[in-house]
């Protein structure tokens, strides 16, 4: 693939611009969110290639932006946000992913390391046992096949209703969990016979679950507000997605897509950005099946919850008031959403493309939680599996410059490929257990993928987003346990 070495130009100690005039089409700058260090990294592959030809999609407004987590991805880097008109814009399945709202939740509960430690070993057993893992892993949940399209509707509403969880816990999750607009119709068949067996799964890859102690606290008023208390509190976290389903809702609309850009006389100089009119039936029935996949996730991330708080209770011989694991927040970074933004003194409605990116809204925004009216929208940043992951929170800064967007995680310096040619999984795992991490994965070599070595470092990340304005750091979590599958 190569270095990139088209120009950039430095705005301040954060930002860096690709000028609109770098490439023949292009209707907007390109903004890079990174430090000299982290530029350095991003500069080794082509991702920025990639954020100057998303600045050529119709319709997009003021900017084609990249996190610092940017790294190459399908069609849109991933680390990359675009906003689209409406009304004369394009929506693209490239600017959400194939892994539609991949997304993380945090859980804090009322233990202390010192209680879960002992146990940690067994716990992250019992959790391996409960919450099904890996490629093609099916789920506890006996789905009907005509039960799918409820799923799609109501998202975590539906497994709540099902036993799997708290009514409190729709009020910390993103759209309630529950994005309207749908319409099971726009998933085809091969689709939903995926998501059928797959509910309640963590799925492999980067998906995880983290048994975490809370390290440092930053801001303590903020943190205390979202329930975490003290260095030495366990977390939980949950970083998976719409599984085999959305994969496939990707993947029929990339096709669909591609018809309609001859249609539509759309031209691009990738293919990977197949896009359609926001307006127009294709953009439509994307948007509307795109939903769906969307509450599947969160379906999916609400049923693996409930297990997770019965695996703390059976393995510690506790009840659920004991272990609180009251959810803090879930957030998705695989979305394109219509949203309301302020541009030139008025509203405008846009359509939203964050792939690998957090929503990051501020304190007082209509959309977030009246729990956290005050402090703003919770953003949850998880790093590696080998070092910390961050809790925030969004900005006003965010809303004038992103969108009211942050970064989504770590991000790679190392595909999986060049990861496993490099790094052997049995070495990664005695790097972890040297550490005090507890690991259980589905095979080594999954392991070796998702060592330290091929990610960024979230530190860094997180301080760039904290340094430009866009989110600002609340609390550090380390891992004492992880499952991947």
Same mark, same amino acid.
């Given at each position: 693939?190569? *270095? ?26 390109? /903004?890079?969110? *990174? ?34 987590? /940017? ?14 008109? %409406?009304?004369?814009?394009? %929506? ?26 002992? @146990?940690?070993?067994?716990?992250? #057993? ?27 509707? $109501? ?34 068949? @091969? ?19 983290? %048994? !975490? ?14 329930? /975490? ?20 809702? !990707? ?36 948007? *509307? ?32 008031? #004991? ?19 302020? @541009? $030139? ?14 929503? *990051? ?13 005050? /402090? ?72 070796? #993928?998702?060592?330290? #070595? ?7 990340? %997180? ?11 609340? !609390? ?10």
């Amino acid at each position: 693939m190569g *270095a990139w070495n088209g120009p950039l130009e430095k705005i301040d100690e954060y930002r860096w611009r690709i000028p609109e005039n770098y490439k023949k089409g292009m209707r907007v700058p390109g /903004i890079i969110y *990174a430090d000299e260090a982290l530029l350095k990294q991003i500069s080794q592959e082509q991702a920025m290639e990639q954020v100057a030809n998303v600045a050529m999609l119709p319709g997009i407004v003021d900017y084609s932006l990249a996190m610092p987590d /940017i790294h190459w991805g399908y069609g849109f880097p991933i680390g990359g946000v675009a906003a689209m008109r %409406v009304s004369d814009g394009v %929506v693209s399945p490239g600017g959400v992913g194939f892994d539609i709202n991949c997304g993380v939740r945090i859980l804090r509960t009322n233990l202390t390391g010192e209680e879960v430690y002992p @146990r940690i070993t067994e716990l992250i #057993e019992t959790l391996y046992r409960n919450v099904p893992s890996g490629v093609g892993s099916k789920g506890k949940v006996k789905l009907r096949a005509k039960e799918i399209n409820e799923v799609l509707v $109501k998202g975590s509403r539906w497994a709540v209703e099902q036993g799997y969880g708290r009514p409190e816990d729709l009020e910390t999750t993103e759209e309630n969990g529950e994005m309207s607009g749908t319409d099971p119709d726009k998933v085809s068949a @091969r689709a939903k016979e995926r998501g059928v067996p797959q509910l309640g799964t963590l799925g492999s890859g980067n998906h995880f679950l983290e %048994v !975490a102690l809370v390290d440092q606290i930053y801001e303590p008023e903020i943190a205390n507000t979202m329930g /975490i208390n003290q260095p030495g509190q366990v977390m939980l976290l949950i970083h998976c997605g719409s599984r085999g389903l959305g994969h496939q809702v !990707a993947d029929d609309y990339i096709k669909e897509m591609m018809r309609a850009m001859v249609k539509y006389e759309i031209q691009l100089p990738d293919r990977q950005l197949a896009c359609s009119p926001v307006k127009s039936p294709e953009g439509q029935s994307y948007l *509307a099946a795109m939903r769906c996949a969307a509450n599947y996730a969160w379906a999916n991330r609400q049923c693996i919850t409930h297990w997770v708080r019965e695996s703390f209770c059976q393995t510690l011989r506790i009840n659920s008031a #004991e272990a609180g694991l009251e959810l803090i927040y879930d957030v998705t970074h695989n979305i394109a959403k219509i949203e309301e933004h302020q @541009r $030139k003194g008025k509203k405008e409605k846009l359509c939203v493309h964050r792939k690998g990116a957090t929503r *990051a809204f501020p304190p007082g925004h209509p959309d977030v939680p009246a729990k956290y009216s005050a /402090i703003g929208q919770p953003v949850l940043i998880p790093g590696d599996m080998g070092r910390v992951s961050y809790v925030l929170v969004g900005t006003e800064q965010a809303m004038k410059e992103t969108f009211g967007s942050t970064c989504h995680g770590a991000g790679r310096v190392m595909s999986r490929t060049a990861a496993k040619r490099h790094l052997r999984g049995r070495d990664v795992l005695e790097s972890l257990q040297a550490r005090g991490i507890t690991v259980r994965a589905g095979n080594l070599a999954g392991l070796a #993928e998702e060592a330290s #070595e091929a990610y960024k470092d979230v530190s860094a990340v %997180v301080g760039v987003t904290q340094g430009a304005g866009i989110s600002r750091i609340v !609390a550090r979590t380390k891992p004492i346990g992880v499952i991947k599958g």
